[in-house]
């Protein structure tokens, strides 16, 4: 292996270990609010939780007015921030992480995909009709910050393969429930607000392209595409994705041009007598400096720099506002007779069971005909409880009941079938992995 390509290993690797530390702490606030809102919404004070997810901001002039619930603003304005942070992560893993080749991807992909078909397969087995049909989305997902935070749990004790392998295969679940919510999750569409979202797409596309540095032009043709998105009746959080996908993940500079710019500025500099006010007025000392300035920012893929910035803003405010605002379900009357309903009973089999069957058959099938091979120190134990882990839903979980019932009834009972679902699939999930990870050296 040559230098660069160790140095790009160490690079990726320590991105890597940048996001799984914000997803665990950030896990830790969202159980918080979950927990707040679960207590505020059973408590005497009920009707106030309720009152404030109901209140209603936005603007007006004249005659006209553009209000949102602030649940809604969470769920269609915050979540697409959400959304495009994962498009940035889904893109970062398929141009130059664990998704970029077919022989890194297969196993992840392959796992997603038994994670999904088979939970959607068990689920539609107690609604194959009725109003609960539509729910058939809710136990694909996988909730990417809980699913890691009870991975950190064990320490050193686990081993990177199995971490690389359990956030490539959250990350391609993701993939996955984007889709189902662009294809299956969008009642009536609007061509013409499409098409003025893919112009303003194509605008931004041509603004990185061309190099522009104006955050407000960045600024007006992403929030041109949310809009867009928003009036043509597919979820608005699907713009967050299309942004994330003309955002670049490699820097636009060679290196090598990157060297010979910082070489000829620092030979002007190094030629002169710099101070820090000499800059002011000798013209060229400036002109060097400022090269040199955005040399350095044009090696920053924009891909990469927006995810670093993002990610403490989704993991400490978004996804917990997000939790706050939506898990609130009144735990109200027989929670065990609730859970026996066909939507709770399938949302629970699909997420506990579905998603072991899924992830490790597949994962076993990809393997055993020669596709695939288990990651470097992982046993398939270890697999098995990844499984389990991917049973924890939650956050998108949460967010397609919101998309797929209509009822609120039904998106109450499909809410508590999440809740208790992701706290079996958690708890089970860390005790096979208890068992199945190295003993801790005393």
């Known amino acids: 292996m040559s230098q660069s390509e160790q140095s790009a290993g160490k690079s990726n690797h320590g991105f890597f270990q940048r996001f799984l530390h914000s997803e665990v702490a950030g896990s830790v606030v969202l159980l918080a609010c979950t927990i707040l809102a679960l207590v505020w919404a059973n408590s005497p004070a009920a009707a106030s939780y309720e009152e404030l997810t109901r209140t209603y901001v936005g603007i007006s002039w004249g005659d006209h007015a553009f209000k949102l619930s602030l649940q809604h603003w969470i769920n269609d304005l915050l979540m697409a921030v959400f959304f495009f942070v994962v498009g940035l992560e889904i893109k970062r893993e398929m141009v130059l992480g664990e998704l970029s080749s077919f022989k890194q991807a297969i196993l992840p992909v392959t796992a997603a995909v038994g994670g999904m078909v088979v939970p959607a397969a068990i689920y539609l087995m107690f609604n194959a009709s009725g109003d609960g049909q539509s729910g058939w989305g809710i136990p694909m997902a996988t909730d990417i910050a809980f699913a890691l935070g009870i991975l950190a749990i064990f320490g050193k004790r686990v081993p990177l393969g199995l971490k690389v392998f359990l956030t490539a295969l959250a990350i391609a679940d993701d993939m996955g429930?984007?889709?189902?919510?662009?294809?299956?999750?969008?009642?009536?569409?609007?061509?013409?607000?499409?098409?003025?979202?893919?112009?303003?797409?194509?605008?931004?596309?041509?603004?990185?392209?061309?190099?522009?540095?104006?955050?407000?032009?960045?600024?007006?043709?992403?929030?041109?595409?949310?809009?867009?998105?928003?009036?043509?009746?597919?979820?608005?959080?699907?713009?967050?994705?299309?942004?994330?996908?003309?955002?670049?993940?490699?820097?636009?500079?060679?290196?090598?041009?990157?060297?010979?710019?910082?070489?000829?500025?620092?030979?002007?500099?190094?030629?002169?007598?710099?101070?820090?006010?000499?800059?002011?007025?000798?013209?060229?000392?400036?002109?060097?400096?400022?090269?040199?300035?955005?040399?350095?920012?044009?090696?920053?893929?924009?891909?990469?720099?927006?995810?670093?910035?993002?990610?403490?803003?989704?993991?400490?405010?978004?996804?917990?506002?997000?939790?706050?605002?939506?898990?609130?379900?009144?735990?109200?009357?027989?929670?065990?007779?609730?859970?026996?309903?066909?939507?709770?009973?399938?949302?629970?089999?699909?997420?506990?069971?579905?998603?072991?069957?899924?992830?490790?058959?597949?994962?076993?099938?990809?393997?055993?005909?020669?596709?695939?091979?288990?990651?470097?120190?992982?046993?398939?134990?270890?697999?098995?409880?990844?499984?389990?882990?991917?049973?924890?839903?939650?956050?998108?979980?949460?967010?397609?009941?919101?998309?797929?019932?209509?009822?609120?009834?039904?998106?109450?009972?499909?809410?508590?079938?999440?809740?208790?679902?992701?706290?079996?699939?958690?708890?089970?999930?860390?005790?096979?992995?208890?068992?199945?990870?190295?003993?801790k050296e005393s």
Request: aromatic share 10%; charged share 15%; proline share 4%.
């Open 177 to 439: 429930a984007v889709l189902v919510i662009a294809l299956f999750y969008t009642e009536k569409v609007n061509l013409m607000a499409l098409i003025v979202a893919a112009v303003f797409l194509f605008l931004l596309l041509a603004a990185s392209k061309a190099n522009v540095r104006r955050v407000g032009v960045y600024v007006f043709l992403i929030l041109g595409v949310w809009l867009a998105v928003f009036a043509s009746g597919v979820h608005a959080t699907v713009a967050g994705i299309l942004v994330a996908m003309v955002i670049p993940v490699r820097a636009r500079l060679d290196p090598h041009q990157f060297v010979e710019l910082l070489e000829t500025s620092w030979r002007k500099l190094e030629n002169s007598t710099l101070t820090q006010e000499s800059m002011v007025s000798n013209n060229e000392q400036y002109e060097a400096l400022r090269t040199i300035d955005l040399a350095a920012t044009d090696m920053l893929p924009p891909g990469l720099v927006l995810e670093r910035y993002l990610h403490p803003g989704q993991a400490f405010l978004i996804l917990p506002l997000f939790a706050f605002f939506n898990a609130g379900v009144t735990l109200s009357g027989d929670i065990f007779e609730t859970l026996a309903n066909p939507v709770s009973l399938g949302i629970v089999l699909g997420l506990v069971l579905g998603k072991q069957i899924g992830v490790f058959l597949f994962s076993w099938l990809a393997i055993k005909t020669g596709r695939a091979a288990l990651p470097a120190g992982v046993t398939w134990p270890q697999i098995w409880g990844a499984s389990c882990i991917a049973g924890v839903g939650f956050t998108m979980s949460l967010f397609i009941s919101e998309l797929a019932f209509k009822n609120p009834e039904i998106v109450s009972e499909a809410k508590i079938g999440i809740l208790a679902a992701s706290l079996i699939a958690g708890i089970l999930g860390y005790l096979v992995l208890s068992k199945a990870l190295p003993k």
